[in-house]
């Protein structure tokens, strides 16, 4: 079955970095397209970024541009969010996900910005 595994939130000052993964299994990760979501308190959740199955090109939320990578590792099933000059108004529960027969979403991870 679909697994999702996000780590690498915490706590970060206005300005910091973090770098978010997302361990994949049970599907064929490397022949589908990845993504990143948030959520933010009282907020419906929206995209981030994606990323193609092979890494050549990816898209991000006009709010992100700029300060946020996403990339990916075929080999170990991973997909990363590399989150810099971060923003109090980045804080949310960040998901990743993917779209098979439905969409599949990860537990979420919270980060935090904050002073």
């Known amino acids: 079955q679909v697994q999702l595994v996000e780590s690498g939130g915490g706590l970060v000052q206005p300005g910091g970095s973090l770098r978010l993964s997302c361990a994949a299994s049970?599907?064929?990760?490397?022949?589908?397209?990845m993504s990143w979501y948030r959520q933010a308190p009282g907020k419906v959740r929206e995209p981030v970024a994606v990323?193609?199955?092979?890494?050549?090109?990816?898209m991000y939320a006009d709010s992100v541009k700029g300060r946020f990578t996403i990339s990916r590792d075929n080999a170990k099933s991973t997909v990363y969010l590399q989150m810099n000059s971060l923003k109090p108004e980045d804080t949310a529960v960040y998901y990743c996900?993917?779209?098979?027969?439905?969409?599949?979403w990860g537990q979420g991870t919270q980060v935090t910005v904050s002073s």
């Open positions: 996900n993917v779209q098979r027969s439905r969409d599949y």
């Open positions: 049970g599907f064929t990760f490397s022949s589908t397209a």
């Open positions: 990323i193609t199955s092979a890494g050549d090109s990816t």
